[in-house]
């Protein structure tokens, strides 16, 4: 006997719309759904765990760009403070070299004033030795 025949004889004949071994009321086209065999619900559980797998996958790259972006907003304000820094330093260098030139100006002109001085010591120095010589001369 096929397996067709025992199915037949346990569950009795197979009638036009009605499936064998699933009790009254149920048709094919509630039990298969589709060609593949799966019904309805079934393909609706799949496309409901595909849209939740999606859903996570989507949800994983949010959070991940997430921290990219706050990634970068760290970088960008730590850039932006080493930059003002650099201006700061930069800024600082500047002021002491106008300070060193100054002291430098002031130093030049301590220095001219000196030698004016001294210029005007021995031309004095000089007048007076003059002024001595002649006297002398003239005493003799």
Do not use: C, W
């Not at 025949?5 to 719309?17: A, D, I, S, W």
């Not at 972006?69 to 930069?90: C, G, N, T, Y």
């Amino acid at each position: 006997m096929s397996d067709y025949e025992l199915t037949g004889n346990v569950f009795g004949r197979q009638e036009h719309g009605r499936v064998i071994g699933m009790g009254t009321g149920v048709r094919p086209t509630q039990f298969r759904g589709d060609l593949r065999g799966r019904s309805k619900s079934q393909r609706d559980e799949q496309e409901v765990e595909k849209l939740r797998t999606k859903l996570q996958e989507d949800a994983l790259k949010r959070e991940q760009l997430e921290a990219l972006i706050l990634k970068s907003q760290r970088e960008s304000r730590e850039a932006k403070r080493e930059a003002q820094e650099a201006q700061r330093e930069a800024q600082e260098a500047q002021k002491e070299a106008q300070e060193a030139q100054r002291q430098m100006q002031i130093e030049i002109e301590r220095q001219a004033l000196e030698s004016q001085r001294q210029t005007e010591e021995m031309k004095f120095e000089i007048e007076r030795q003059a002024l001595e010589s002649q006297r002398r001369r003239e005493e003799f």
